[in-house]
């Protein structure tokens, strides 16, 4: 028999966010043996199923089609990293800043307020706020290179430890499926689906390293589609049928 546990840390995390092997290994220290870990997953044929270019596709969402396209999507919490990746534009040299578009996807009004009126470089920014879940395969496969910054201050909220260690963010397995590369921050719960071989990892919490990062997939088109097509196979084993 297995026991079912919630852990109800925090208001603001939802139960998709406390599935990784960091928690299994908790249990297991209070001697529970029976524990099946499954993280989150995808369902690959919504993004197999688009078959229209990058243009056709911009042009439906009304995005840019002559500028890279760096996509961010999630909640504006601290833990998950968005600021740090706003403050990468600061170290894009000039032409790159030129040819970059952030695309911010998620928050409400007010969240978006606020992040606006600390955003210097506002013409590189687009913030949808909440979009319908089913538009979500589109952005994706409409962008360029899709990141997950998660903080690793774990000791500043509880909600940042969990970033840290016990996240299994859809949107991970969703950027998988969209076969555009992966910028991710080296925390362990995202380095138990993530490597190397798919995807770019950076140190975490630091916004340089995110636009050296930028800098590195736009230079190198051979590494950029090697590290997508590896993140497109292994997210196989993480569909919904499996």
């Known amino acids: 028999?297995?026991?079912?546990?919630?852990?109800?840390w925090s208001s603001?995390?939802?139960?998709?966010?406390?599935i990784s092997k960091r928690l299994k290994?908790?249990?297991?220290?209070?001697e529970i043996k029976n524990i099946l870990y499954l993280p989150d997953g995808v369902n690959i044929e919504k993004f197999a199923s688009i078959n229209e270019s990058k243009d056709i596709l911009r042009k439906k969402l009304s995005l840019p089609k002559d500028k890279k396209i760096i996509l961010y999507s999630g909640n504006f919490h601290p833990a998950k990293g968005l600021?740090?990746?706003?403050e990468s534009i600061a170290f894009l040299p000039k032409d790159l800043k030129k040819e970059i578009i952030?695309?911010?996807?998620?928050?409400?009004?007010?969240d978006i307020q606020k992040i606006r009126t600390n955003i210097k470089d506002i013409n590189n920014f687009i913030f949808t706020g909440y979009v319908d879940h089913k538009l979500i395969p589109k952005y994706l496969k409409a962008a360029d290179f899709l990141v997950i910054p998660n903080s690793a201050k774990e000791h500043?909220?509880?909600?940042?430890?969990?970033?840290?260690?016990?996240?299994?963010p859809l949107k991970l397995f969703e950027y998988m499926a969209a076969k555009n590369p992966i910028i991710a921050t080296n925390v362990p719960a995202i380095m138990e689906i993530l490597n190397e071989h798919n995807s770019m990892i950076v140190e975490p919490d630091n916004p340089e390293k995110i636009a050296r990062?930028?800098?590195?997939?736009?230079?190198?088109?051979k590494f950029l589609r090697k590290i997508a097509g590896n993140a497109y196979k292994?997210?196989?084993k993480f569909c919904w049928d499996n």
């Open 102 to 110: 952030y695309l911010i996807i998620g928050g409400n009004k007010k």
């Open 25 to 30: 290994n908790d249990l297991l220290n209070y």
């Open 156 to 168: 500043l909220s509880t909600t940042h430890k969990i970033a840290k260690h016990y996240t299994s």
């Open 1 to 8: 028999a297995y026991e079912i546990y919630q852990c109800d």
């Open 83 to 86: 600021n740090i990746l706003i």
């Open 234 to 236: 292994d997210v196989r």
């Open 213 to 221: 990062a930028m800098e590195k997939l736009i230079k190198d088109s």
């Open 12 to 18: 603001d995390v939802c139960s998709s966010d406390l």
